[in-house]
């Protein structure tokens, strides 16, 4: 018989404590959550830490390259290490429906255990409701976590001329693979999701000693929205050469036939980043031990401030700008 | 055999040393006229591919494109708009429709509006995904939507053909399909009232590929020889459009005025004679389809034939749609726009009280509206 989540699991009594048990103290386990305190205690060396929260929720919760738990530890340890902290502590909620299959339940908490292991980070607290059967979508998962700051300065307000911008892989993979994995659209491809942490690849820019001003994961909005957002934040240009920007054949055949544009689809394990001039090669370099796809894609300049421009190579120029609404195909 | 990979099929059509090549060619050629020329192209698709490649900045001084009314969803009027909403909040309802219709405003709000609503409202990529919708919901009514150009008409017709043959008792329709020749023609001949000065200023077309791949070059005779404006049938991508843009230069400096075809990959003059069968077997010309912006069309719309009413949503529902039409906002000129007499950039709610995410008028709701590419692409000339 299939296990399911019972509403009676989120009263707080027995069923609370036997599914916390069973599932998620047995995937996250470590000394300060299982003292079962009403917070945690936590050890602090640096002076400085970073914090971040996100709520995640994903049609399908099962997708190529990834599941809702390995994306919620992604995300919220991803914009830590975004701003130069290496993600220590996490908290997590899960809102549950009525009727959930346990195993996908407990398949999603290893999978958060793998990804916490990679980052060497731990959930410290941790909340679970369950709510009946129709009135959520299956599940929702919110992670926060603070991260002790390994570089300082690291803002998206002080980008200049000095920097040069590059991307860290490919563009658009998780987007374009969510999208196909949805119902009514029935493309098969071998497209994976970008899903992955990063704190590794910023670690290793940080212990090479390149200059970061500036780095932001490209998720929602995609590419085109932090560089946008980069733009206005330190008024500046972004001029962005169109051929330079990595897209995966499969990637660029799912836009192709929708309609999309690869800059404008979500990413979960891909990174911007502005590096002063002397230290870009430099950064490529280690970039590429990470993914051979990474690449220059521009420069600042102060052509049109706030805006981003994208060059074409037979000398035509337009702005890039910052997707709205909801992502649907074109009709013809 | 070497596998072919997508870049193949596309790599040659974008390269930047051809485009250069053409627009030197385009420049030469439009020196030797001694007027301006200005292009329609009819098609969204092509104005996509216009502002997406700049294609204006590589044009001369004298060539302009002035953007047609070749938008499926730009050019549904509000009380159709209407009746998909109407449709969909009916309580046994599945609303089926194509991408970007689900965010158009009628004056009831949009799809998406009917389905934080409660309706059940669902965008596909095929119409053929209707058959699984009304297989898996046997206790519900699945309506198809159906909008576009003869481009998409062939997916309508093949969902009647297989509901009728294979006697699919829960799938109906409503038919909002639109012809591009009917609405050319409508273009050179109208004269807007509230403009005293108005007069046509196309000088010739550029004619979709992909609605002749369909109906074929055929469609488009009338234009060169009743109406004296040159057409070319021209693919999608930026290469294909410069030649098209060449050629029909080249039919003003040589002094011919004809129909061609620059997308002879897959154009030919008859079209795709299947296909036209299909749709002629269950689809009738509706003598009149008003257009968002553009008023009544004569002969542009299509319509269930009269033997399979009991297919028609617009009939079976009758009782509950709307048949009053709906004006549009007073400040859009969107009417102007698609006849090709203004520019997005004229208009003063353009990117201020009409935007992409609350659009006001009939050419910024969807991608490939003319306002839309306007505003999305911008312009660095």
Redesign the interface.
């Known amino acids: 018989m299939k296990r399911t989540v019972p509403l009676s699991a989120g009263n707080g009594g027995e069923e609370n404590n036997e599914l916390i048990r069973k599932v998620f103290y047995k995937a996250f386990k470590n000394d300060i959550l299982l003292k079962s305190e009403d917070a945690a205690v936590l050890d602090l060396e640096a002076s400085k830490i970073a914090m971040s929260t996100d709520s995640f929720t994903v049609t399908p919760l099962f997708f190529p390259g990834g599941d809702i738990g390995k994306l919620a530890v992604c995300g919220t340890c991803n914009d830590i290490a975004m701003m130069g902290a290496k993600p220590k502590y996490l908290t997590v909620g899960f809102i549950i429906e009525e009727g959930f299959d346990l195993r996908e339940l407990e398949k999603i908490a290893r999978s958060m255990k793998k990804e916490l292991e990679l980052n060497g980070a731990a959930v410290v607290s941790g909340d679970t409701k369950v709510m009946p059967k129709g009135t959520i979508d299956k599940l929702i998962i919110n992670t926060s976590g603070i991260g002790e700051l390994e570089y300082e300065g690291i803002s998206s307000n002080n980008i200049s001329q000095e920097d040069t911008i590059l991307v860290s892989r490919d563009i658009g993979a998780h987007g374009a693979t969510i999208f196909t994995a949805r119902e009514?659209?029935?493309?098969q491809s071998n497209l994976q999701s970008d899903c992955n942490s990063l704190y590794p690849t910023v670690k290793a820019l940080i212990d090479a000693g390149i200059k970061i001003t500036a780095l932001r994961d490209a998720t929602r909005g995609g590419v085109s929205a932090v560089l946008n957002e980069w733009a206005k934040q330190s008024d500046i240009c972004i001029e962005v050469e169109e051929e330079s920007i990595p897209v995966s054949?499969e990637v660029?055949?799912v836009c192709?036939m929708?309609?999309f544009e690869p800059t404008m689809l979500a990413n979960e394990g891909t990174f911007c980043l502005a590096i002063k001039n002397e230290d870009a090669s430099r950064a490529l370099e280690i970039l590429k031990q990470f993914n051979q796809n990474a690449t220059i894609i521009g420069k600042v300049t102060n052509t049109?401030k706030q805006?981003v421009?994208l060059n074409?190579?037979?000398?035509?120029?337009?702005?890039l700008?910052t997707p709205?609404?909801?992502l649907?195909?074109?009709?013809? | 055999m070497k596998s072919l990979e997508l870049k193949n099929l596309y790599d040659d059509f974008r390269d930047s040393k051809t485009i250069k090549a053409y627009a030197s060619l385009i420049e030469q050629e439009a020196k030797k006229l001694d007027r301006s020329i200005n292009i329609m192209e009819v098609c969204g698709g092509h104005t996509h591919t216009i502002m997406k490649y700049g294609l204006p900045q590589l044009m001369p001084k004298n060539v302009k494109f002035i953007h047609g009314p070749g938008c499926p969803v730009c050019i549904m009027p509000k009380h159709r708009i209407d009746h998909a909403y109407i449709l969909a909040m009916q309580e046994d309802v599945i609303l089926v429709t194509l991408g970007d219709m689900i965010k158009v405003p009628g004056s009831k709000g949009s799809l998406q509006n009917a389905r934080a609503k409660g309706a059940d409202v669902r965008f596909v990529y095929s119409p053929m995904e209707c058959l699984k919708i009304a297989s898996e919901n046997p206790d519900k009514k699945v309506v198809f939507f159906a909008i576009g150009f003869e481009t998409t008409t062939p997916m309508t017709a093949v969902l009647i053909d297989t509901v009728i043959k294979q006697n699919i008792k829960n799938i109906y329709f409503h038919i909002n399909h639109v012809t591009v020749p009917e609405v050319m023609e409508e273009l050179i001949n109208s004269r807007d009232e509230h403009v005293d000065s108005y007069n046509n200023q196309i000088d010739a077309f550029l004619g979709p590929s992909h609605v002749s791949v369909i109906a074929g070059a055929k469609i488009y005779e009338k234009f060169p020889k009743e109406y004296n404006r040159p057409v070319v049938v021209t693919g999608f991508e930026p290469v294909d459009m410069m030649e098209g843009v060449l050629m029909i230069l080249k039919q003003f400096s040589e002094g011919r005025c004809e129909n061609e075809i620059q997308y002879k990959r897959v154009v030919s003059f008859e079209g795709n004679i299947k296909a036209q069968e299909l749709i002629n077997r269950y689809l009738d010309k509706a003598s009149l389809f008003k257009w968002r912006g553009l008023g009544n069309v004569p002969n542009s719309g299509l319509k269930l034939k009269e033997k399979y009413s009991n297919l028609d949503a617009e009939i079976i529902y009758k009782d509950v749609l709307p048949i009053e039409e709906v004006e549009d906002h007073k400040l859009c000129i969107c009417g102007d726009i698609l006849r090709g007499m203004a520019h997005p950039t004229e208009c003063t709610i353009f990117g201020t009280a009409c935007k992409p995410n609350s659009p006001i008028g009939s050419c910024m709701v969807s991608s490939e509206g003319a306002c839309a590419a306007y505003y999305k692409y911008g312009n660095l000339l």
């Open positions: 009514g659209i029935e493309l054949p660029f055949g192709e929708l309609g049109h805006r421009i074409s190579s037979y000398g035509t120029k337009r702005f700008d709205t609404g909801e649907l195909p074109r009709i013809c």
